[in-house]
């Protein structure tokens, strides 16, 4: 398994696909003004606060207030309190915690009255982006996040992901960062710190510490709303979360992005810096590496997936939903429902791609095909978990329901990627649709091999408009009729029909009767 980070620069804004094995798992989009980002710290003025909601609103420089609610203050956020009003007043003249004197922990069934009152200023942190009408929500429990670990202050805490299984690498690295964190600070050991050594480790929390310094330094004076700490672009996010061995290929066309990410790379994997590359090719950089394509065929309401299945995703306000249709896959050596199951299964590892690619958030309502057998039913489940294992994004699920549904909950931090795939019909110059063009060869190849398969052919004739005729056919050894002959197993013949639209095509057999397609 190998991964490419393929990153687009833009007059207005930064493109980042992540590829595994060639295929786009992952889509960003990152405006040139990267602020209000999750991660960011800023320090905001606490505008309003509400009793009935127990929550305030802060000032934190948005249009919009974000949204502070009590269970999101931290059990020290006294200290933090006290800390930020130190600092800005310049009473306080080291970054260091050690003779920091921590107020009493908060009561976490207690009132936000209690705590805050309009006027006050606070270091927060942005938990989710601006998202439609709302605001950014806030939180007061501060974390820096580096390469190995996660740097959380006013606590002595150490805790190891649950995702290292060895005891006894728990035990090393819990031993080890006490002896190096400094005092007054917390640390989350992340998974990719099992078998480090001490020096990596020791350098990764030395960045953090450095963080620490620099927001207490641009606190000294400082006047709310104002950013603090801006969290790091997404491309460098992405390395810092996922960079390991099976990383390939850094590739970007723009130099200043090129030479930020080789800068990051010496700090965290001084190996590797070579696996960033400047691309100067005079073809778009998401055309060369097959990103378009990709995008095309990937954010469409509708969802190829192969041999005709197919999902149908909508997007609502409350909640998204999939549907999940075979199409015309059927195998006529398996039962009803061994096919549903199969069908199944290959949906469920799509509809994982899916909403990692779209970043869909909140509640997702996934429509199965029914199946019986529970014992179907639970080996589809687990499927489904297994397919969503590497997602980043916190979630869970529920088992199917007796109606097929399977519901899931995603964290949802920042708005859901779009990308609108229609295009202007040629034909009617702009009052209607059509689905993006890119992809009317391989809708066409799925559709004949759906035709080839069910009904027995070796012989298939396609009427299209010349233009595409002349697309397909074009090139002596490898044109597109060519490949699609290989890949379906069968003989084509495309016939150019003027009176087609550009992107019409019909099915006959060799005795030139129309063939029907659902």
């Known amino acids: 398994m190998k991964f490419d980070l393929i990153i687009d620069s833009r007059s207005s804004e930064v493109v980042i696909a992540l590829l595994r094995d060639g295929q786009l798992i992952e889509l960003h989009k990152q405006k040139h003004d990267n602020n209000f980002s999750v991660g960011d710290i800023y320090l905001g003025k606490i505008k309003k606060v509400v009793p009935g909601l ?61 705590t805050l009152k309009s006027g006050d200023h606070l270091l927060l942190q942005i938990s989710k982006e601006p998202i439609s009408t709302k605001g950014p929500r806030l939180t007061a429990e501060l974390s820096l996040a580096g390469r190995y670990m996660v740097l959380t202050p006013f606590s002595d805490k150490v805790s190891v992901s649950q995702k290292i299984a060895k005891n006894e690498e728990k035990v090393r690295l819990k031993k080890l960062i006490r002896s190096i964190k400094p005092h007054g600070f917390g640390v989350i050991i992340r998974t990719v710190a099992t078998g480090k050594k001490v020096a990596e480790l020791d350098q990764d929390l030395k960045n953090l510490y450095k963080k620490w310094q620099s927001i207490h330094k641009k606190l000294k004076g400082a006047k709310a709303p104002k950013k603090i700490l801006g969290e790091l672009n997404r491309s460098s996010t992405i390395l810092r979360d996922l960079l390991d061995a099976k990383f390939n290929n850094i590739v970007v066309n723009n130099n200043e992005i090129a030479q930020e990410l080789k800068d990051y790379l010496v700090r965290i994997s001084p190996k590797q810096e070579k696996i960033v590359k400047l691309y100067k090719g005079e073809t778009p950089i998401f055309q060369k590496y097959n990103v378009t394509k990709q995008i095309k065929g990937a954010f469409g309401k509708n969802v190829t997936i192969k041999n005709g299945t197919y999902l149908v995703i909508e997007h609502t306000e ?54 019986r057998k529970p014992a179907h039913r639970k080996q589809l489940f687990n499927h489904m978990k297994a397919a969503m294992k590497d997602d980043r994004a916190k979630h869970s699920l529920t088992p199917p329901s007796k109606f097929g549904l399977i519901e899931i909950t995603r964290q949802r931090v920042r708005p859901a990627t779009k990308v609108v795939t229609t295009e202007v019909c040629p034909s009617c110059m702009g009052t209607g649709k059509v689905d993006a063009s890119i992809n009317i060869v391989q809708n066409l190849e799925g559709q004949a091999s759906s035709l080839v398969r069910n009904i027995g052919l070796d012989k298939l004739r396609i009427s299209v408009h010349p233009y595409l005729e002349s697309y397909l056919t074009k090139g002596i050894f490898f044109n597109e009729k060519k490949k699609i002959q290989k890949r379906i197993g069968a003989k084509i013949e495309f016939l150019p029909m003027f009176e087609n639209e550009i992107l019409e095509y019909h099915f006959y057999d060799s005795d030139g009767k129309e063939l029907e397609v659902e």
């Open 318 to 371: 409350a909640l998204h939903v999939i549907d999940v249709n075979s199409g015309k896959k059927v195998d006529a050596k398996k039962d009803q429902e061994e096919n549903a199951l199969e069908v199944n299964i290959e949906a469920a590892k799509e509809i994982a791609r899916q909403l990692r690619l779209r970043d869909m958030g909140g509640i997702i309502v996934v429509d199965f095909i029914d199946m």
């Open 54 to 114: 127990n929550a305030a609103f802060v000032n934190v420089g948005f249009e919009r207030d974000g949204f502070l609610h009590y269970l999101d203050l931290g059990s020290k956020v006294n200290s933090l309190k006290k800390y930020t009003e130190k600092a800005i007043t310049e009473k306080l003249n080291t970054a260091s915690l050690k003779n920091f004197k921590l107020e009493k922990s908060i009561d976490k069934d207690g009132k936000i009255s209690d």
